[in-house]
């Protein structure tokens, strides 16, 4: 069972997508929060989350700070942000803070459903357009040092690989696929990069990829 916490300054939306959600039988929604205080305050008194699905722009504290304090305080909570704004800045800053991606609030439920099942497996959801202008977003100023090639972090040709498919939102069973190996021995290399690069999760393997690796 996926627990879910839903935050979103509208209670009719924060409503529908209970009950949207909470249809599915693999997930338990266990809180609803107006904004990131409030979703921060459900987790401290015992709410568990395995997906915290927020929106982007709320009053007090908003999805981009949310998202950040969340992954600090609950790193094993992954953060899917949910939002009506095309809006690449406020998703960037989101995507570095440690959200695992965002979907807009126009699509069809059974999608939202799908983005949650995805990120709790450990996968992340970004446009190849985000993606992109992430990428461009990392790169050096001018005359500043160059990034280090990753062979320089002690990664290994194949978890270089990995590294690499992870940072263009492939799964672990896309990349096992690709690679030619079990999903379990990819997982295996994940947990051996995140050791190595000394990060935390996905997201932030990708956003390393992108500022280091290309």
Do not use: W
Not at 58 to 65: L, N, S
Not at 100 to 121: A, C, F, M, W
Not at 140 to 157: H, W
Not at 180 to 205: A, M, P
Request: proline share 4%; with cysteine.
């Amino acid at each position: 069972m996926i627990k879910v916490v839903i935050v979103d300054d509208d209670s009719f939306i924060r409503e529908s997508l209970k009950v949207l959600i909470g249809m599915d039988p693999d997930i338990q929604v266990t809180g609803a929060a107006g904004d990131g205080g409030e979703a921060l305050k459900l987790l401290e008194n015992g709410a568990e989350a395995d997906v915290v699905l927020m929106d982007i722009r709320m009053p007090g504290i908003d999805g981009v700070e949310g998202a950040r304090l969340i992954k600090q305080r609950y790193p094993q909570a992954a953060v899917l942000m949910l939002t009506t704004f095309d809006d690449d800045e406020y998703i960037i800053e989101a995507l570095k803070g440690g959200a695992s991606g965002y979907l807009l609030k126009n699509i069809p439920p059974d999608r939202i459903i799908q983005g949650i099942k995805t990120v709790h497996e450990g996968n992340m959801l970004i446009h190849p357009d985000i993606a992109r202008k992430l990428a461009s977003f990392l790169q050096p100023a001018a005359g500043t040092t160059s990034p280090c090639p990753l062979e320089s972090y002690g990664l290994t040709k194949t978890e270089q690989s990995v590294v690499a498919a992870i940072a263009e939102g492939h799964s672990n069973k896309e990349i096992a696929a690709e690679l030619f190996l079990s999903e379990g021995t990819v997982k295996n290399y994940i947990t051996e990069i995140l050791s190595k690069l000394g990060l935390r999760d996905r997201t932030q393997i990708a956003i390393f990829y992108l500022k280091n690796g290309r």
